[in-house]
């Protein structure tokens, strides 16, 4: 069976270059219909750029978030940030700021609610009536005394400082609540920002002296955008270039250039087409599929052309060097296109759907690749003028010393890389799991030093929000659970971590204040069920449109929110400081019948593990699918299983060298094992293919297969590591500290492969095939 096998495959070889090039008028017509087909499905691809495209539907931390929204409303925001040169928010040139940003900013489109020193409810006694009014009087701002009764009155109040002004009063904020349509959100989200960034910079022309900052969910959305299409615009010209170079200089031949171009071009746009057929949407975290397609296809043709060019360096005609390329490399072009496909297709086990869909575009490029290099590609040489190379370059030196060093020092290069490949390895529970949202974006882009800023001088990035049930509809008034939510709030203003808790309970304590003719002494929570339901009924009648108490209190007032911002904290730290609110919680708070909590912080904190141990399957599968395949191929257990060491070792090096250097991982490097296993796979294939064809066809002894094996594959080698880790590293030119950070790791694994192939397997080869 298995000879029977060998023979198909052999016979398949041989024949498949005549056909080819016989065929290439047609193979070329077929290749430009097939490609055009395919890539018409471009029309049908979205760009997706909430957040929240990081979590699947059913994820429970997102339903949690969601359940919350549907009681009380959507939280997506922008926070204008007031920033004073003098230092002082509450001078009369920023309350002049502030109030006029107030009344502009309820132009903004899809805005719901607008908040901030400026139009803050302030109460207080008028004789057995409460008074409710701007905390600021437009009238009075040229009045020193009014003005410093405004900043203490602020400063005084548990809902306004940490919040909307700083504790030290230098900075203040006006936050704008939007209400979101469910479609077209990219294009809302654009037009919101463009309003909001258009009024910040009125504010600063018409108000010398005042610098505006802006930040908010809003604005992650739209700069997750901005940062895609800047990346984009990027990473194409530069990879494309880079390549280029890096074929002309390894093959001196223009023509192998252009030959290649064109099958990364059409790689590129079936990859695409293709996922707009099957509704694929583009991301972020999408955005680099071209860029990887590009590399993956750069890599099979570098294989095809070397050996084509090393065949009319020995001799033979262009049209016989191209058959002959094709031969030898058929059978392992394809396997390394298969196990690239097939590792990129096991990052759908990652419960980040961006990641899916990234793996999904890259195996419809990889599958698009092999095809057209093995066929496209080679018609198209025979058709282009190409001199085989001087006689000059007809040996290679440099692999040649490699090769007998490796031969000569094979036991000390076997027992050295091991023991190298266990220190290392010892360093990967350095690693620590960390995604905070804000800090997806490098610290050159205006959006992340403005959220730096906020939580150096405001209030924070870190917000938890919690449900807190009563016992029934009312529960709200009871004074007992009124008292639980009051030591829930004291417990979390006593946590290093916190700037500020929103709590409903600090309304009811103003409100009782002033029915008692604002005494400080009755700075506390009603007495009765019934006294706390009519202060919050009279409290409510005197609120203005669109500064309710909707978003606080349930419908039923069965239910309130209570909201926490911390300063930034990581994955770890939101987690340790929510299980210590738990915990706090269960054992205090016996008239709180049920608490839900949510937030985007809760929610990428705990996305990191549930994708770790996800993920951890799709390893697996991705390292035994590859094995089994190997294993097949090769027909050999030893030789397929052999293959497998410089494949895991590279990953393993590669996530212990990040643990020494960085030591911290995210959502985007816990899929790069999988995916790189199928990659560095490539560069194992092609050189155990020519080891093998030495010792079956040649009769060659182990030590001298590895010569030819090094001496045929060793320049195709070097180039396709070089084209591979600079193809990632330019993903480092991104915005986006995820697409930035697993182009890093994975050309790291790419480079430490190339050393585990050349170094490794040889002795390895040597040691086990006798």
């Given at each position: ?5 060998r023979?198909?495959?052999?016979h398949?070889?041989?024949?498949f ?12 017509v ?7 087909a ?12 909430n ?13 949690a ?7 009380y409303?959507?939280?997506?925001n922008?926070?204008?940030m ?6 002082d928010?509450t ?7 502030a ?10 489109p899809?805005?719901t ?7 803050f ?5 008028d004789g ?9 009087d437009p009238?009075k701002?040229?009045d020193?005394?009014e ?5 203490a ?5 548990q809902q ?26 990219a294009?809302?989200?654009?037009e ?18 005042i ?9 992650i959305?739209?700069?997750?955008t901005?940062?895609?299409?800047a ?6 010209p530069?990879s494309l ?14 023509a192998g250039?252009?030959?290649?171009g ?11 087409g293709?996922g707009?057929?099957v ?6 975290s999408t ?35 191209i ?6 490399n058929?059978?392992?072009v394809?396997?390394s ?10 990052m ?5 759907p ?5 793996g ?9 690749a ?14 282009l ?10 040996n290679?030196?440099v ?18 890389s ?23 974006f490098d610290e050159?882009v205006?959006f ?5 800023f906020?939580d150096?001088h ?8 919690y ?5 029934g ?10 008292e639980?939510?009051s ?7 006593g ?5 500020h808790?929103?709590?409903?309970s ?14 400080p002494a009755?700075?506390r929570?009603?007495?009765t069920?019934?006294?706390a ?19 606080r209190?349930n ?7 209570m ?6 904290l990581?994955s ?20 709180i019948?049920?608490?839900d ?5 809760l ?5 990191g593990?549930?994708n770790?141990?996800a ?14 395949l190997l294993?097949v191929?090769f ?11 410089p ?8 996530f212990g060298i990040?643990?020494?250097a960085?030591g ?28 093998r ?15 030819y094996?090094?001496?045929t ?14 193809g ?9 500290l995820?697409t ?21 397997l040889?002795?390895?080869l ?5």
């Amino acid at each position: 069976m298995a000879k029977d096998y060998r023979f198909f495959i052999r016979h398949i070889e041989a024949r498949f270059g005549e056909w080819v090039i016989t065929a290439r008028w047609p193979v070329i017509v077929l290749t430009l219909i097939l490609v055009a087909a395919a890539s018409t499905g471009g029309q049908f691809l979205t760009f997706e750029t909430n957040y929240r495209i990081f979590f699947n539907q059913d994820n429970p931390q997102l339903l949690a978030l969601e359940a919350l929204e549907n009681t009380y409303g959507k939280n997506d925001n922008i926070l204008f940030m007031i920033v004073p040169d003098d230092g002082d928010a509450t001078s009369e040139q920023a309350l002049k700021s502030a109030i006029w940003l107030t009344e502009r900013a309820w132009q903004t489109p899809y805005s719901t609610r607008v908040d901030s020193i400026a139009n803050f409810q302030h109460t207080t006694a008028d004789g057995d009536d409460l008074s409710v009014r701007n905390l600021v009087d437009p009238t009075k701002l040229g009045d020193a005394e009014e003005r410093a009764r405004v900043r203490a009155t602020a400063l005084a109040d548990q809902q306004l400082a940490g919040k909307l002004l700083a504790h030290d009063g230098a900075v203040s904020a006006v936050n704008v609540t939007i209400q979101l349509p469910d479609e077209d959100q990219a294009l809302k989200t654009a037009e919101i920002s463009a309003f909001a960034y258009g009024l910040a910079a009125e504010a600063e022309q018409r108000f010398p002296g005042i610098d505006l900052r802006v930040v908010g969910t809003v604005i992650i959305n739209y700069v997750f955008t901005e940062t895609s299409v800047a990346a984009t615009k990027t990473f194409l010209p530069v990879s494309l270039v880079v390549m280029a170079l890096i074929l002309f200089v390894l093959t001196r031949r223009f023509a192998g250039v252009v030959a290649t171009g064109l099958v990364v071009v059409f790689s590129m746009l079936a990859a695409l087409g293709l996922g707009g057929w099957v509704g694929l949407p583009f991301s972020p975290s999408t955005v680099t599929v071209p860029t990887i397609v590009l590399i993956v296809a750069v890599a099979n043709c570098v294989h095809l052309l070397v050996t084509m060019l090393q065949r009319m360096q020995a001799g033979d005609s262009k049209r016989m060097a191209i058959i002959e390329s094709l031969r030898v490399n058929l059978y392992s072009v394809f396997l390394s296109s298969v196990t690239t496909g097939f590792g990129f297709l096991t990052m759908n086990f990652s419960e980040v759907p961006p990641y899916r869909h990234l793996g999904n575009f890259v195996a419809f490029g990889s599958g698009a690749a092999f095809l057209l290099s093995v066929t496209f590609l080679p018609a198209v040489l025979s058709l282009l003028p190409i001199r085989a190379p001087t006689a000059s370059r007809q040996n290679d030196p440099v692999m040649a010393v490699i090769a007998e060093f490796v031969v000569r020092r094979r036991t000390v290069l076997l027992w050295g890389s091991m023991a190298v490949v266990l220190a290392v390895a010892a360093a990967i529970p350095r690693n620590e799991l960390n995604d905070v949202l804000l800090h997806f974006f490098d610290e050159s882009v205006a959006f992340r030093q403005d959220t730096d800023f906020l939580d150096e001088h405001l209030s924070g990035n870190t917000v938890f929000e919690y449900s807190l049930v009563s016992s029934g509809p009312g529960g709200v008034a009871d004074p007992d659970f009124l008292e639980d939510v009051s030591a829930f709030a004291d417990w979390y203003r006593g946590q290093p971590e916190t700037r500020h808790v929103l709590a409903i309970s600090d309304t009811f304590r103003q409100l009782n204040q002033n029915m008692n003719g604002d005494d400080p002494a009755a700075y506390r929570l009603p007495e009765t069920r019934d006294l706390a339901s009519q202060y919050l009924l009279l409290y409510e009648l005197s609120l203005p449109f669109g500064l309710d108490l909707n978003n606080r209190i349930n419908v039923s007032k069965s239910a309130t929110r209570m909201t926490v911002t911390t300063k930034t904290l990581s994955s770890r730290e939101t987690l340790e400081l929510h299980t210590r609110a738990r915990k706090w919680l269960d054992n205090h708070v016996p008239h709180i019948t049920r608490v839900d909590s949510a937030s985007a912080a809760l929610m990428f904190a705990q996305l990191g593990q549930r994708n770790i141990r996800a993920m951890i399957l799709g390893t697996t599968i991705a390292f035994l699918g590859i094995s089994l395949l190997l294993i097949v191929a090769f027909g050999s257990l030893r030789t397929g299983l052999l293959s497998l060491v410089p494949n895991f070792v590279p990953a393993v090096m590669g996530f212990g060298i990040w643990g020494l250097a960085v030591g911290e991982v995210g959502i985007s490097l816990s899929v790069v094992m999988a995916m790189t296993i199928g990659i560095v796979v490539d560069d194992t294939v092609h050189f155990l293919s020519k080891y093998r064809r030495a010792r079956s066809e040649h009769g060659a002894a182990p030590d001298d297969a590895v010569r030819y094996a090094m001496q045929t594959m060793g320049r195709a080698i070097f180039t396709t590591t070089a084209i591979l880790a600079s193809g990632f590293l330019i993903l480092c030119l991104s915005d986006f500290l995820l697409t930035q950070n697993m182009g890093l790791l994975t050309a790291l694994i790419i480079a430490v492969a190339l050393i585990a192939d050349l170094l490794l397997l040889p002795p390895l080869l040597m040691a086990v095939d006798r």
